[in-house]
DNA sequence: AAGTTGATGCAATTGAGTTGCAAAGTTGTT
DNA sequence: AACAACTTTGCAACTCAATTGCATCAACTT
């Protein structure tokens, strides 16, 4: 397990410290995309700052994304293997208004957009808003 | 001209005062959606907690929708005449990573997404983040 | 004119995100 | 082992948008 936190931290060039490797322990259990905050509650002591840097690390490097849900606070998830963050790789995520979870939905990829003429794509950030299964 | 204005606060039932005929005059002059703190900036003395208020007023009555543009402050726009903000009407939003802009893509509808099952959908925002025509 | 309701303006608070800086830890070199 | 050079961490403090409380003001009702 450890060996495998380990391996993700290298395979993205980012060295393993104690609190990188805790981090990124807790993100993998998540089923749904956690906030600072969240995350800060998880752990006996932890300083927010360095929560904070961490998940920007993490999040350049592309071991996680950032879901900005409209909630007011980000959300962050763990990015699939291998994957480059890139437009087409996007998917969609849905934010639950029963339970407020932010949900990846991996299987979905974001539909593609017929821009106007001169426009170029860069990023799509595409947040769904209802209600999820175990909420109904 | 204030006829229009009044015309419009009266179809959404928002009673006409001097501070929102004037917001909703401004608003309707802008090419793109503004935040709060560009509104402000747009009057000579103007309290943010009115225009807070006056904003919020005219999302709830449907006269104007906000963006998260994911920039941190939201964005205005007025709505389309008749528009009911449900999630067949919406439209995708754009914004410029160059000029700072985020523009209404009016003509755009957001491409429906087939959720799983027993998720049901409320609200839909879509933001895409490239260049636009004007900054290439 | 008094009373009720809604709108406005100022002050102050919240809350997330961010920066500065010094201490602690890590790595590489002699 | 000792040193320098660099990175990471932790605390304090700050920024900035959004929001609330409360008192005042305007408009409409009886």
Do not use: W
């Not at 380990?6 to 981090?23: D, E």
């Not at 980000?74 to 849905?94: G, N, T």
């Not at 639950?96 to 979905?108: A, H, P, R, W």
Request: aromatic share 6%.
């Amino acid at each position: 397990m450890n060996e495998n936190i380990n391996n993700k931290l290298n395979a993205k060039s980012i060295k393993p410290t104690a609190m990188r490797q805790l981090v990124l322990h807790v993100l993998a259990e998540q089923k749904s995309a956690v906030s600072m905050q969240e995350l800060e509650q998880k752990f006996e002591k932890a300083d927010k700052v360095t929560l904070y840097r961490t998940l920007k690390t993490f999040e350049e490097k592309k071991l996680i994304h950032s879901i900005d849900d409209g909630t007011g606070s980000i959300k962050y998830a763990l990015c699939r293997e291998s994957c480059q963050c890139r437009p087409e790789e996007l998917h969609v995520h849905f934010y639950c208004t029963e339970c407020k979870q932010t949900y990846c939905l991996n299987d979905i990829p974001i539909p593609s957009v017929n821009l106007p003429v001169h426009f170029t794509l860069e990023n799509i950030n595409m947040v769904v808003k209802g209600i999820c299964a175990n909420c109904i």
